[in-house]
């Protein structure tokens, strides 16, 4: 036995447990948010309850069960609930999702099991996706087709609606397009023509001239502008033609326009392939569209592309800092106490707190650099910033700061494996030190290099707090990337998967409905994090192979 322990066995055994324990601890907490989130997307059944409560009330309720508990009953006598016959020591209690917000006025409501006459899943009962309000639930009964009453009948009732529901959708995009596009190509070059009157103005050179052709300029984006919003409008009363007629919970007929209703599904009616092939539409609708109703509905396409955009421009700007000031440190900047604080000042930045880059990306990016280009080269903009206000290049800089010292202790750690004695003959074949360098060093490096980009993607990709300070928002109206000139906007705000998680976990106005979607994102954070990391190692890989026989 103490031969076994002066072995080190045990320590070996002890350590692979520890990273064993901790692997199936990581697993299993990917598993649990991507069980959680993924299952949000799954069709689930539609009952429709019969209920009688204990002063005698019945009413009729429509909606998914969300969630259920066992409640004490005491609990529940304590809160002032009266029951008929005693249920026994607990009661089950249900969570519904009710929708039909604007006559209901919450989308969720708790049942008690002891309230239940009868629960049924009739097929002909259907799910409303909405743009507005969240979803309804009812029975469809008849479409109002121009102004026309038209009933559904049973054998034609899902194709019928989904002709005119596809009908409104497709009207309502070429709405939306024509208004991103078209339309806010237009007021964008209005807007930089006022700017270049005021510069004008500012430069004392607002001649006749330059006014007439500005007015003519500006007459002519006004009459195409004033075609564009016919059309606009046009399309919009074509979307909303049609009607839906749907019998709600009430026993009640309520007319939805087709121009806010997105989809429905008769989710008692599917099959299991058609429930699967209806969760793939639900979480290709998540990446692809644009969020709704405070972010607690649609998708996060814009989160998503901030995020990237972000982290890309990010690592653009990171790595060729890193590498310069870790290629000084390590090749040109001799021993001493100069080298050896700036060294320990390096990595110090590594332990500071994230919001403190943040504070002083706010301060010193934001006010004081953007500050300073407004003034010098978009004075007519004043005293509305450009660069003075957060956007995603004050974000991008100020988390390259804050993962500097990974990417120059990794390339530092890299280029110190590398054998003096390659250095040594390269110098003596008659090349000089920089030719040294970007030849034979760097390369050679690059593996290292490509490292410290990998932990400082992973480490950027999910900060949150400074980014709140310098660039991300609730929700932006446009991307930093659109087809406006100069194409790529660097100083415009973005969203964030990071913050969407936090605004939609923490500032919800509804915590039901919100809860679901921060697992979604969440593993959808985690998933873009984890597609970047294998993109950076395969990379990495593919340099190290590149220049392996440099090692020998």
């Known amino acids: 036995m103490g031969k076994w322990v002066k072995s080190g066995s045990p320590w070996i055994w002890m350590t692979g447990g520890a990273v064993s324990i901790s692997l199936i601890a990581v697993l299993g907490l990917l598993l649990l948010i ?21 002063t005698g009330v019945r009413s009729t309720l429509i909606g998914e069960v969300y969630d259920r508990e066992e409640v004490p009953t005491e609990r529940l006598i304590a809160a002032g609930h009266v029951f008929k016959e005693h249920p026994g020591e607990f009661v089950t209690r249900y969570l519904v999702k009710t929708g039909n917000r604007e006559f ?73 397009d024509l208004q991103k596009q078209d339309i806010g190509s237009i007021n964008y070059a209005i807007e930089k023509l006022r700017l270049q009157e005021r510069r004008y103005e500012l430069e004392g050179e607002l001649t006749d001239s330059n006014k007439a052709e500005l007015e003519a300029k500006r007459a002519q ?3 195409d502008y004033l075609v564009l919003e016919k059309a606009l409008f046009a399309l919009r009363d074509e979307a909303a033609r049609d009607s ?31 429930k699967i092939g209806k969760w793939f539409v639900g979480i290709g609708r998540f990446v692809s569209d644009d969020p709704r109703e405070a972010n607690t509905e649609g998708g996060v396409f814009p989160a998503i592309f901030g995020t990237v955009f972000m982290v890309l421009l990010m690592a ?44 002083f990306g706010l301060g010193f990016f934001v006010y004081m650099m953007g500050g300073s280009i407004d003034q010098l080269f978009y004075p007519e903009a004043l005293p509305s910033p450009t660069f003075g206000s ?55 490096a690059s593996p290292a290099i490509m490292t410290g980009l990998i932990l400082a993607v992973a480490r950027a990709a999910g900060e949150v707090a400074p980014l709140m300070l310098v660039g991300v928002v609730k929700l932006a109206p446009t991307l930093p990337l659109d087809f406006n000139f100069p194409f790529v906007h660097l100083e415009r705000k973005f969203m964030h998967l990071g913050f969407h998680i936090y605004d939609v976990g923490f500032q919800s106005p509804n915590v039901e409905a919100a809860r679901p979607l921060v697992y979604a994102t969440s593993f959808l954070l985690v998933s873009v994090i984890v597609a970047l990391n294998l993109t950076a190692i395969g990379v990495r890989n593919h340099l190290r192979e590149k220049y392996r026989s440099l090692e020998h």
């Open 244 to 274: 839906v007629i749907v019998r709600d919970m009430r026993g009640e007929e309520v007319e939805l326009k087709l121009d806010t209703v997105l989809d429905v599904t008769y989710v008692n009616h599917l099959s299991f392939i058609g």
């Open 390 to 444: 957060p956007g995603v290049i004050w974000s991008a800089l100020t988390l390259a700061i804050l993962t500097l010292p990974v990417v120059i202790v990794s390339t530092e750690e890299g280029l110190s494996r590398i054998p003096s004695a390659v250095r040594q003959g390269s110098l003596a074949l008659g090349a000089t030190k920089a030719e040294t360098l970007w030849r034979i060093v760097i390369p050679m």
């Open 221 to 223: 984006l006004q009459k």
């Open 34 to 54: 991507a069980w959680r989130g993924l299952s949000y997307f799954w069709p689930a059944t539609v009952y429709q309850w019969e209920l009688e409560d204990n």
């Open 316 to 359: 653009v700007i990171v790595t060729p800092f890193g590498v310069v000031a870790a290629v000084y440190l390590h090749e040109y900047a001799k021993k001493g106490p100069i080298t050896k604080m700036i060294r320990i000042a390096v990595i110090n930045l590594a332990g500071v707190p994230s919001i403190v880059y943040g504070v």
């Open 104 to 176: 209901v006025g919450l989308d969720f409501r708790w049942i008690l099991s002891t309230d239940i006459l009868s629960r049924s899943m009739p097929s002909d009962v259907a799910m409303i996706e909405r743009a507005k309000n969240g979803n309804f639930y009812g029975y469809p009964i008849a479409v109002i087709e121009n102004g026309k009453r038209l009933d559904l009948v049973n054998d034609a009732i899902e194709s019928s609606l989904m002709e005119h529901i596809e009908r409104a959708v497709a009207l309502s995009d070429k709405a939306v």
